[in-house]
């Protein structure tokens, strides 16, 4: 047989290296002449196109060619009046990116010759094995006692013979394989076999046939010729022939019936080798003839040097003996399936239904299992059962597969897991490990993707790669027994630490699980990027703790505010309720005068006031808690030292000196005291009450003694508000099954208000119309008129409704990362987990949901719910991150002489414009990707990816934005744009630049935007 051509590798040409240069040139020219004839901005990356293409196609010789041009292109492109030497910044940083993407062009070339190297290797093996195998086919034949042959039944082609059938053809073995019969013999010889291979392929029995046939010397000789047909292994149609010399046969038959038994005799040793040939295609190490009728089999062991067996065993109830040891000689886990498939019933189904049975499985030889085949082929009334030893092919093929399947394994966790830098594959046996391809920068840090002693290398890594505040942490946790305890006791083993790159630290956290694979342990470790993550989580956490206090502290005074007052009140009230409170006394202050203070001095000196009022309560009660709960009321908690000293305390921080011109301003205090009994008190309010009644009494009297008449305080203003978490949550359940709606509300209405609705529609309906009211949604996805995907889709896009938590409910278990994908929080699969469980997820949901609230109104201005400049800054940063490749543009908008809009319709029409505009900012960042802001006054800030039609951009924007006519012919805005704002690495003057280049047509009203304009 004829190998086959090699396939062309990765879409190479089979040309001539000459050629190939001639036409990665031509290629890489006609490129150059377009980008210059179109004048195209950026050529260089249809010419790295061109580069790539020229290595895909023409392999080295085209790479290097392409490489050359493309190097000598960009170099002439790029520098200064075109002399290869003098490069500006930008396009020294353009000329680098080329060269990048030669080098990574380069590298592809290396990957393709390699591929075509293993693939030559390939092909190579294979051809020796097809030749293993002719020269196997063609010794057994030799030992065939009778001409034997076989041939392709479609073609005719001779594809082995023995030395027998070579020399009645007068030619050698070789001569004859690859030859037709026409080839051979004689037309009318040639003729007659044919017609004989006809019959034969035409039955499904062996076609056994009588003629004369003339030997060498001319006489007259009687054969006995046998031709059947049969499958090889690679599927083809093949005809299998002996011819044996039967006239001594006939003569004994005819000279003396006596003699019967011995032709009989002879008659069945020639059906055996017969029936033996139909098994040439492989090198069996044991032959089975079994008969079906009386279940006697033949043996027929090991072959010696030359292809002869060296013994023969007869035996009995061959499918007992096979199974009796099979529990002897086969592999324990392939057992069973051996056992099923000798059945005879079973044997001779998949035989008359397939033409031959073939089965692979382990044989314990020398006591170690090695991979056998088992083909079994039926010939009349007898079956040929052939064993051969496939060990180390099939042994090489599943390390193939392995390799195979393991790279498409990290191929498709590189697609779910973008940040997977590198992943390992470790023996847990003999620590040997490989690498899969991993991150450029993972590269630089020249760790091998082999070895032999994954934690040895893992440890000399380590001393350069890891940062050094982690070494210790690091080297207690990355060792074998640890790992393996730690996935035994929680299924899987994290660590987080700090990567070195280029010098950088970089939060990494490292993942491993066990798996079992043939008997052996094997350890899967992924490396990921969570640095982003990391970093996030620390900002927020900061962020956090900022928002916690700045929500808790008054910031004019510096006390506890009201939220404070709340909290504290709500755990005094639990004590209560248990019984366990100790004794403690409420002071209820209220700074005098303070109206008069304001009106006759402004607002600033009133501030003054309420400052030296609070000096003088936080003085006099120096250990206990003072909280600022309204404009000028504070509340004093006594306990310990003040509480004993209560009475003397009250006494001075209402006294009043006898001079007015010593008293200072807000100094003057009117104060009032409760003590808390368990009789008369079950809780803090009642408390507050009576020292409000004592306070108000104090009041009055020094209203009648004082010259001055005080007047009540003014109340809090809605800037200054900060909500006040309710103790008891609302939760809205929505579900189309009422069943499912009262199951889930009756687990959790002990400990939640509930309210329910039966469809999309309804649900959005109730939500709206319960603004600020309703703490978490608990959403069903398959529901009538609108799904729960819907929902959280429309809510996206409701100010008033993005904010509330989501938790999934379904039994679309795939479903998951879509929904957290729109926006819910959560998800909580059917039939419902363990209730304690769905308690604590929803617990969870509605704490993160007030964490987000409260930061979202630290980071917030009041006004427009855009980002103040603080916190739009920091988010800017993160973008730059994010969106590292992405060219990004600084926006800047102001509105036209807002301060005279201001003068002549007032303040309130003044916020409704800057409020439309927010709202219009706010549209506008969430359809272009980006992040908006209110810098200060009537200054608005964007920042998102590149546009190329700002000018129908933005006067769509101000068509939205005032659908007002008055205020549509009042208000004219003017934006300025700063393009790729990245190249300035300060992130303030990025927006300078861009307020820069919108005051350039402040006074220019038929012009709406222009371009920041380097000098």
Same mark, same amino acid.
């Given at each position: 047989?004829?190998?086959?051509?090699?396939?062309?590798?990765?879409?190479?040409?089979?040309?001539?290296? +000459?050629?190939?240069?001639?036409?990665?040139?031509?290629?890489?020219?006609?490129?150059?002449?377009?980008?210059?004839?179109?004048?195209?901005?950026?050529?260089?990356?249809?010419?790295?196109?061109?580069?790539?293409?020229?290595?895909?196609?023409?392999?080295?010789?085209?790479?290097?060619?392409?490489?050359?041009?493309?190097?000598?292109?960009?170099?002439?492109?790029?520098?200064?009046?075109?002399?290869?030497?003098?490069?500006?910044?930008?396009?020294?940083?353009?000329?680098?990116?080329?060269?990048?993407?030669?080098?990574?062009?380069?590298?592809?070339?290396?990957?393709?010759?390699?591929?075509?190297?293993?693939?030559?290797?390939?092909?190579?093996?294979?051809?020796?094995?097809?030749?293993?195998?002719?020269?196997?086919?063609?010794?057994?034949?030799?030992?065939?006692?009778?001409?034997?042959?076989?041939?392709?039944?479609?073609?005719?082609?001779?594809?082995?013979?023995?030395?027998?059938?070579?020399?009645?053809?007068? =030619?050698?073995?070789?001569?004859?394989?690859?030859?037709?019969?026409?080839?051979?013999?004689?037309?009318?010889?040639?003729?007659?076999?044919?017609?004989?291979?006809?019959?034969?392929?035409?039955?499904?029995?062996?076609?056994?046939?009588?003629?004369?046939?003339?030997?060498?010397?001319?006489?007259?000789?009687?054969?006995?010729?046998? =031709?059947?047909?049969?499958?090889?292994?690679?599927?083809?149609?093949?005809?299998?022939?002996?011819?044996?010399?039967?006239?001594?046969?006939?003569? #004994?038959?005819?000279?003396?019936?006596?003699?019967?038994?011995?032709?009989?005799?002879?008659?069945?040793?020639?059906?055996?080798?017969?029936?033996?040939?139909?098994?040439?295609?492989?090198?069996?190490?044991?032959?089975?003839?079994?008969?079906?009728?009386?279940?006697?089999?033949?043996?027929?062991?090991?072959?010696?040097?030359?292809?002869?067996?060296?013994?023969?065993?007869?035996?009995?109830?061959?499918?007992?003996?096979?199974?009796?040891?099979?529990?002897?000689?086969?592999?324990?886990?392939?057992?069973?399936?051996?056992?099923?498939?000798?059945?005879?019933?079973?044997?001779?189904?998949?035989?008359?239904?397939?033409? +031959?049975?073939?089965?692979?499985?382990?044989?314990?030889?020398?006591?170690?299992?090695?991979?056998?085949?088992? =083909?079994?082929?039926?010939?009349?009334?007898?079956?040929?059962?052939?064993?051969?030893?496939?060990?180390?092919?099939?042994?090489?093929?599943?390390?193939?597969?392995?390799?195979?399947?393991?790279?498409?394994?990290?191929?498709?966790?590189?697609?779910?897991?973008?940040?997977?830098?590198?992943?390992?594959?470790?023996?847990?046996?003999?620590?040997?490990?490989?690498?899969?391809?991993?991150?450029?920068?993972?590269?630089?840090?020249?760790?091998?993707?082999?070895?032999?002693?994954?934690?040895?290398?893992?440890?000399?890594?380590?001393?350069?790669?890891?940062?050094?505040?982690?070494?210790?942490?690091?080297?207690?946790?990355?060792?074998?027994?640890?790992?393996?305890?730690?996935?035994?006791?929680?299924?899987?083993?994290?660590?987080?630490?700090?990567?070195?790159?280029?010098?950088?630290?970089?939060?990494?956290?490292?993942?491993?699980?066990?798996?079992?694979?043939?008997?052996?342990?094997?350890?899967?470790?992924?490396?990921?990027?969570?640095?982003?993550?990391?970093?996030?989580?620390?900002?927020?956490?900061?962020?956090?703790?900022?928002?916690?206090?700045?929500?808790?502290?008054?910031?004019?005074?510096?006390?506890?505010?009201?939220?404070?007052?709340?909290?504290?009140?709500?755990?005094?009230?639990?004590?209560?309720?248990?019984?366990?409170?100790?004794?403690?006394?409420?002071?209820?202050?209220?700074?005098?005068?303070?109206?008069?203070?304001?009106?006759?001095?402004?607002?600033?000196?009133?501030?003054?006031?309420?400052?030296?009022?609070?000096?003088?309560?936080?003085?006099?009660?120096?250990?206990?808690?003072?909280?600022?709960?309204?404009?000028?009321?504070?509340?004093?908690?006594?306990?310990?030292?003040?509480?004993?000293?209560?009475?003397?305390?009250?006494?001075?921080?209402?006294?009043?000196?006898?001079?007015?011109? =010593?008293?200072?301003?807000?100094?003057?205090?009117?104060?009032?005291?409760?003590?808390?009994?368990?009789?008369?008190?079950?809780?803090?309010?009642?408390?507050?009450?009576?020292?409000?009644?004592?306070?108000?009494?104090?009041?009055?009297?020094?209203?009648?003694?004082?010259?001055?008449?005080?007047?009540?305080?003014?109340?809090?203003?809605?800037?200054?508000?900060?909500?006040?978490?309710?103790?008891?949550?609302?939760?809205?359940?929505?579900?189309?099954?009422?069943?499912?709606?009262?199951?889930?509300?009756?687990?959790?209405?002990?400990?939640?208000?509930?309210?329910?609705?039966?469809?999309?529609?309804?649900?959005?309906?109730?939500?709206?119309?319960?603004?600020?009211?309703?703490?978490?949604?608990?959403?069903?996805?398959?529901?009538?008129?609108?799904?729960?995907?819907?929902?959280?889709?429309?809510?996206?896009?409701?100010?008033?409704?993005?904010?509330?938590?989501?938790?999934?409910?379904?039994?679309?278990?795939?479903?998951?990362?879509?929904?957290?994908? #729109?926006?819910?929080?959560?998800?909580?699969?059917?039939?419902?987990?363990?209730?304690?469980?769905?308690?604590?997820?929803?617990?969870?949901?509605?704490?993160?949901?007030?964490?987000?609230?409260?930061?979202?109104?630290?980071?917030?201005?009041?006004?427009?719910?855009?980002?103040?400049?603080?916190?739009?800054?920091?988010?800017?940063?993160?973008?730059?991150?994010?969106?590292?490749?992405?060219?990004?543009?600084?926006?800047?908008?102001?509105?036209?002489?807002?301060?005279?809009?201001?003068?002549?319709?007032?303040?309130?029409?003044?916020?409704?414009?800057?409020? +439309?505009?927010?709202?219009?900012?706010?549209?506008?960042?969430?359809?272009?990707?980006?992040?908006?802001?209110?810098?200060?006054?009537?200054?608005?800030?964007?920042?998102?990816?590149?546009?190329?039609?700002?000018?129908?951009?933005?006067?769509?924007?101000?068509?939205?934005?005032?659908?007002?006519?008055?205020?549509?012919?009042?208000?004219?805005?003017?934006?300025?744009?700063?393009?790729?704002?990245?190249?300035?690495?300060?992130?303030?003057?990025?927006?300078?630049?861009?307020?820069?280049?919108?005051?350039?047509?402040?006074?220019?009203?038929?012009?709406?935007?222009?371009?920041?304009?380097?000098?």
């Amino acid at each position: 047989m004829t190998d086959k051509p090699r396939k062309t590798t990765l879409m190479q040409l089979q040309v001539s290296l +000459s050629r190939k240069i001639i036409l990665t040139i031509a290629i890489m020219i006609t490129l150059i002449l377009f980008v210059f004839y179109f004048k195209v901005p950026n050529p260089n990356m249809i010419l790295i196109a061109g580069l790539v293409l020229c290595s895909a196609l023409f392999g080295y010789g085209g790479g290097i060619v392409a490489a050359l041009i493309m190097l000598g292109y960009t170099l002439f492109f790029f520098s200064t009046d075109n002399n290869f030497t003098e490069f500006t910044p930008q396009n020294m940083q353009k000329v680098i990116v080329s060269l990048i993407g030669i080098v990574a062009d380069m590298v592809f070339v290396c990957s393709l010759k390699k591929e075509e190297i293993r693939e030559f290797e390939a092909v190579d093996k294979l051809t020796k094995q097809l030749n293993l195998q002719k020269e196997t086919q063609s010794a057994l034949l030799n030992h065939m006692p009778a001409l034997s042959f076989y041939k392709d039944a479609k073609t005719g082609v001779y594809l082995a013979c023995n030395q027998a059938f070579a020399e009645y053809a007068n =030619k050698k073995v070789s001569e004859v394989v690859g030859l037709t019969d026409y080839d051979i013999f004689d037309p009318e010889t040639a003729k007659h076999f044919t017609e004989d291979d006809k019959k034969a392929l035409s039955m499904d029995e062996p076609y056994v046939f009588f003629e004369d046939v003339p030997d060498g010397a001319g006489s007259q000789k009687q054969f006995q010729t046998t =031709k059947l047909k049969f499958i090889d292994e690679t599927g083809r149609l093949c005809l299998l022939g002996m011819c044996m010399d039967v006239t001594e046969v006939v003569s #004994i038959r005819k000279e003396n019936e006596q003699t019967r038994a011995a032709y009989q005799e002879a008659l069945n040793n020639s059906a055996i080798y017969e029936s033996i040939v139909n098994a040439l295609s492989r090198d069996f190490f044991n032959l089975y003839y079994v008969n079906l009728g009386t279940d006697d089999y033949i043996e027929y062991g090991s072959r010696t040097e030359t292809g002869e067996y060296i013994s023969e065993v007869r035996g009995s109830d061959f499918f007992a003996e096979a199974k009796k040891n099979a529990r002897i000689y086969v592999y324990e886990e392939d057992q069973k399936q051996f056992i099923e498939s000798i059945e005879k019933e079973k044997l001779l189904e998949e035989i008359n239904k397939h033409g +031959s049975y073939i089965l692979h499985y382990r044989l314990l030889i020398d006591g170690t299992p090695s991979y056998v085949s088992m =083909k079994a082929t039926r010939i009349g009334q007898h079956i040929i059962i052939g064993i051969s030893n496939v060990d180390s092919q099939v042994k090489d093929r599943l390390t193939a597969e392995r390799a195979v399947e393991e790279k498409k394994a990290y191929r498709r966790i590189s697609a779910l897991n973008g940040n997977l830098i590198v992943l390992y594959f470790v023996d847990a046996a003999d620590n040997q490990y490989t690498e899969f391809n991993s991150s450029k920068e993972y590269k630089e840090l020249g760790i091998a993707n082999q070895g032999a002693d994954f934690f040895k290398s893992t440890e000399e890594n380590s001393l350069r790669t890891i940062h050094p505040e982690d070494q210790e942490l690091f080297h207690a946790q990355i060792t074998k027994e640890n790992i393996l305890s730690t996935i035994e006791r929680d299924g899987i083993f994290e660590l987080d630490y700090r990567l070195l790159s280029e010098g950088l630290p970089t939060y990494v956290r490292l993942k491993a699980a066990k798996i079992e694979e043939e008997d052996r342990t094997f350890l899967i470790i992924g490396l990921f990027d969570v640095d982003a993550q990391i970093r996030t989580e620390q900002e927020y956490t900061h962020n956090l703790s900022v928002a916690r206090k700045m929500a808790t502290i008054d910031a004019l005074t510096g006390v506890k505010n009201n939220h404070a007052y709340s909290e504290w009140e709500e755990n005094i009230n639990t004590e209560i309720k248990k019984g366990e409170q100790k004794p403690f006394a409420l002071v209820l202050c209220d700074i005098n005068n303070l109206k008069e203070v304001n009106d006759l001095y402004g607002h600033k000196a009133g501030d003054t006031c309420i400052r030296n009022g609070c000096a003088k309560i936080c003085r006099i009660f120096s250990h206990s808690p003072v909280f600022r709960v309204g404009g000028d009321e504070f509340v004093v908690l006594l306990t310990g030292t003040d509480y004993a000293k209560r009475e003397e305390l009250l006494e001075r921080v209402t006294a009043v000196p006898g001079d007015p011109s =010593k008293i200072r301003i807000g100094e003057t205090i009117a104060a009032g005291m409760a003590e808390y009994s368990k009789t008369r008190h079950d809780s803090v309010q009642k408390v507050f009450e009576e020292a409000d009644r004592a306070m108000y009494a104090r009041k009055q009297l020094m209203k009648a003694s004082a010259s001055i008449v005080d007047t009540e305080a003014g109340t809090i203003t809605d800037s200054e508000y900060i909500p006040v978490i309710n103790d008891r949550k609302h939760i809205l359940i929505v579900d189309d099954l009422e069943t499912n709606r009262e199951i889930l509300g009756d687990l959790l209405q002990d400990e939640y208000n509930i309210s329910y609705a039966a469809d999309g529609e309804e649900a959005l309906e109730e939500m709206r119309n319960n603004i600020g009211e309703i703490d978490l949604v608990i959403l069903d996805l398959q529901m009538p008129k609108k799904s729960g995907k819907e929902v959280l889709a429309e809510m996206q896009f409701d100010e008033d409704l993005m904010l509330i938590p989501v938790v999934v409910i379904t039994v679309d278990q795939e479903s998951e990362l879509d929904c957290l994908k #729109i926006g819910a929080m959560d998800f909580i699969p059917k039939p419902y987990p363990d209730i304690d469980i769905v308690k604590a997820r929803i617990a969870r949901c509605i704490e993160l949901s007030e964490d987000r609230k409260l930061i979202r109104y630290t980071e917030r201005d009041k006004l427009t719910g855009l980002l103040n400049r603080e916190y739009f800054f920091r988010y800017v940063s993160r973008f730059d991150h994010v969106y590292r490749d992405a060219v990004l543009d600084a926006i800047a908008c102001d509105v036209n002489r807002y301060h005279i809009i201001t003068k002549e319709y007032g303040r309130q029409y003044g916020e409704r414009v800057l409020r +439309s505009i927010g709202e219009g900012i706010k549209k506008l960042a969430r359809e272009l990707g980006g992040i908006g802001c209110r810098e200060d006054g009537d200054t608005f800030l964007l920042y998102c990816p590149h546009q190329d039609d700002y000018e129908q951009l933005f006067r769509e924007f101000v068509a939205h934005v005032f659908t007002d006519n008055e205020m549509a012919e009042n208000i004219h805005l003017r934006f300025g744009i700063f393009t790729d704002a990245k190249q300035e690495k300060d992130i303030e003057e990025r927006f300078v630049r861009a307020e820069t280049a919108a005051d350039s047509v402040k006074d220019n009203p038929q012009k709406l935007f222009e371009y920041y304009r380097q000098s």
